[in-house]
């Protein structure tokens, strides 16, 4: 299956949440969203005491809302953190982690026009 070479620097969703995606070497188009503070809260108190390993790859994959045309929500429990660590294995993580990074760049981006803007 030849791969895509799609660029998504960022779009804005229904919420005013950003998205980016990127695809991962199995083929699937993996998308993902920035946590704001209260998703990252209830995200944590779903993990409990994990160590800081399992939390930084479940922080990862809970940005994941969409595998191809399959839409996926915030996780809300533990199982649903395993189920998409199942569901996205190593490819699918580092495709969501490399998304991640796009979506920070548009945001720094964004950050630095404003910040050009206010000064004229």
């Known amino acids: 299956m030849a791969r895509r070479k799609e660029e998504n620097p960022g779009e804005t969703t229904k919420g005013g949440r950003r998205t980016a995606w990127h695809v991962d ?14 998703d990252y809260y209830r995200f944590s108190k779903v993990m409990g005491p994990s160590s800081d ?14 595998i191809n045309t399959t839409h996926y929500a915030m996780p809300s429990n533990e199982r649903d953190v395993e189920l998409l660590i199942q569901e996205l294995d190593f490819d699918g993580i580092a495709a969501a982690g490399i998304a991640l990074g796009k979506l920070a760049k548009v945001t720094e981006g964004e950050a630095k026009n404003e910040v050009d803007a206010a000064k004229n």
């Open 25 to 38: 070497a199995r083929g699937r188009r993996i998308e993902v969203s920035s946590l704001n503070a209260l």
């Open 53 to 66: 390993a399992a939390m930084d790859m479940a922080a990862v994959v809970a940005t994941v809302r969409k």
